[in-house]
DNA sequence: TCTGGGGTCCTAGGACCC
DNA sequence: TCTGGGGTCCTAGGACCC
C-alpha cells in the first residue's frame, strides 16, 4: 500500500450518554446511564461520572445501581443518536471523501490528499472537534497516525477530549511497554493464548518469531506479528468501496422466557418480518437462514442454519425456513432469545415468479413494505402479530449499528 | 432483580464431484 | 481389487468488534 498515509479515527466519547447530557442540562454533570426500553435490558452507555464508579457497558441495571446508587437511566432515544452520528460523518465528508464508518460512535479518515488544503491533520482534527461541540455540545477524542491500528490506538490513549498523533518515528516507542490487549483485534481470549507464550506487550509481540506465531494461530499469526510492529495496510473505504455486507440478522430477548410453539412461532414470524423487510430494502437474497436460540438458563444456546433451493428475501420464506429449522430440534427449555438472520447473500433484485399464488405474495410484501417505510414498522403486518399488537422484546440499539449505508437499521 | 444486539472472520469436519 | 488429491458447498462453533 502506500507508505506515509495520515488517517484519523475518531470516536464520540460516551456517544449516547453524552447527546442525552447535551439536550437536558440536568443531566450534565451526573452518572447517567442509557438503556433500552424492555425490562431485560443492559447498560449501552454510561457518563463518565457513572464510569467513575465501576458502571460500564453490558452490565444488568440491578448491577450498575448497586456500582452506583445514584445512577440515573435514560431510555435510550435510537432515532436522535442515528441522526446526530450521521450529522457528524457529513461533516468529515467536507475534508474528505475517505470516511469509513466504523461503528455509530467511530470513524476514520484518511486524510493524506487534503493536507495541504486544510494545512494539516491536526488542523483538521481541530476543526471538526470545534464544529462538533457547537452544534450538538459534545466532544470526541481523535487519534492522528500512519494508518488505522495506530489511530485507533491514539484516540483511546486520551478521554475524553482528546488529541494524540502518534509520529511514524515514535511508534517503536511507543509500543514497546503497551499491553497487547490495547490493540483492536486482539481480545480478551487472544491476550491469554498470548500470555501463554511469554508474550504481554506489543514490543514483545513484534519480535516474536512469526513461524511460531503462524504455527499457533495460523493465518491469524501473520498479522499478528504485524501488529505488534504498527504495521497496517488496510485503507480507509468509504461508504461507496465498502464491502458489501453478508448477512441481514434479527435477535431478540423476549420479555419472559416461553415455551409453547406458538409463542414461539409468533416472534419468529414477526424477526422474519425484520429481516426480510431489511434485507428487501438492500435489494439482497440469500440461500441460507439460520435460526438461534438461548434457553432460559443463558448460558446455553445453539445455532441451526439450513441452505434453501433459492434466494429468498420475502418475509413468509424467511419465515418458513425458521420453522422448518425449529422443526428439526428438540428444545430442552423455556426459551429467553430468539433470532434469525439471513446469510449466503446475493446482491440482485427478486425476479418476479411464474405462477400467481407466488407473485401475489410479492405483490403483497411490496404494498406491506410501502406502507412501512412511509409509517414506521409494523405498521402493517401479518394477522398472526396482531394477536400482541405492538413491538416485543427489547429493541436495543447497539453502538456497532451504522448509521448510514447497508447496515442502517431503523428502529423506535 | 440477574446478564442486549448488530455484525465479521476463522477453523474444522463431512459430503460430493472430478 | 486398490490407491490419491483438489475444489466446492454445507454446517457448527468460537473469537472478536462496536
Known amino acids: 500500500m502506500t507508505a506515509n ?3 484519523l479515527h475518531i ?23 442509557v438503556i433500552g426500553s424492555a425490562h431485560r435490558t443492559v447498560i449501552t452507555t454510561s457518563s463518565y461520572e457513572a464510569r467513575k464508579c465501576g458502571v460500564k457497558t453490558g452490565m444488568a441495571v440491578w448491577e450498575a445501581k448497586r456500582c452506583c446508587p445514584e445512577l440515573i437511566l435514560v431510555v435510550g432515544n435510537n ?19 475517505l470516511v ?11 486524510v493524506t490528499g487534503c ?21 450538538f455540545g459534545i466532544t470526541c477524542s481523535i487519534g ?8 485507533k490506538l491514539a484516540s483511546d490513549m486520551r478521554k475524553p477530549d482528546g488529541l494524540t498523533i502518534i509520529k511514524a518515528e515514535e511508534i517503536s516507542r511507543v509500543l514497546e511497554k503497551l499491553p497487547i490487549t490495547d490493540l483492536c483485534g486482539v481480545g480478551k481470549r487472544m491476550g491469554r493464548h498470548l500470555r501463554l507464550l511469554g508474550i504481554t506487550t506489543c514490543g514483545e509481540l513484534g519480535r516474536f518469531p512469526v513461524a511460531i506465531l503462524k504455527k499457533k494461530f495460523g493465518i491469524v499469526g501473520e498479522y499478528l506479528q504485524r501488529m505488534g510492529k504498527g504495521l497496517d495496510d488496510s485503507p480507509v473505504l468509504s461508504a461507496e468501496d465498502a464491502e458489501p455486507v453478508k448477512s441481514v440478522g434479527h435477535s431478540m430477548t423476549l420479555e ?37 436460540v438461548r434457553y432460559a438458563d443463558f448460558d446455553t444456546s445453539f445455532g441451526k442454519q439450513q441452505s434453501q433451493g433459492d434466494y429468498i428475501s420475502l418475509s413468509d420464506d424467511i419465515y418458513r425456513a425458521a420453522v422448518r429449522i425449529l422443526d428439526t430440534v428438540h428444545l430442552e427449555q423455556p426459551v429467553r432469545l430468539l433470532g434469525v438472520r439471513l446469510t449466503n447473500l446475493r446482491h440482485r433484485k427478486v425476479q418476479l415468479p411464474l405462477f400467481l399464488e407466488e407473485k401475489m405474495k410479492v405483490f403483497a410484501t ?9 409509517y414506521g414498522d409494523f405498521t402493517v403486518t401479518f394477522g398472526a402479530l396482531l394477536a400482541s399488537p405492538g413491538k416485543k422484546g427489547s429493541f436495543v440499539i447497539s453502538p456497532a449499528w451504522r448509521p448510514d449505508g447497508i447496515r442502517c437499521v431503523d428502529v423506535g
Open 5 to 7: 498515509r495520515t488517517i
Open 11 to 33: 470516536d464520540m466519547n460516551a456517544f449516547f450518554a453524552s447527546v442525552e447530557q447535551a439536550i437536558n442540562p440536568a443531566l450534565r454533570g451526573k452518572p447517567i446511564a
Open 100 to 110: 469509513e464508518v466504523f461503528s455509530i460512535d467511530e470513524a476514520f479518515m484518511d
Open 144 to 151: 492522528i497516525a500512519p494508518n488505522k491500528l495506530l489511530a
Open 366 to 374: 411490496q404494498a406491506m413494505d410501502e406502507v412501512n417505510n412511509r
Open 115 to 135: 493536507l495541504r488544503l486544510f494545512g494539516s491533520a491536526e488542523n483538521i482534527a481541530y476543526r471538526l472537534k470545534a464544529r462538533i461541540r457547537n452544534r
Open 256 to 292: 419472559r422466557d416461553i415455551d409453547t410453539r406458538e409463542e414461539i412461532l409468533r416472534y419468529l414470524l414477526q424477526l422474519s418480518e425484520m429481516v426480510g423487510r431489511r434485507a428487501r430494502r438492500y435489494g439482497v437474497t440469500g440461500k441460507t437462514v439460520s435460526l438461534y
Open 79 to 97: 432515532r436522535r443518536y442515528t441522526h446526530t452520528s450521521s450529522e457528524i460523518m457529513k461533516m468529515m465528508l467536507d475534508y474528505t471523501p
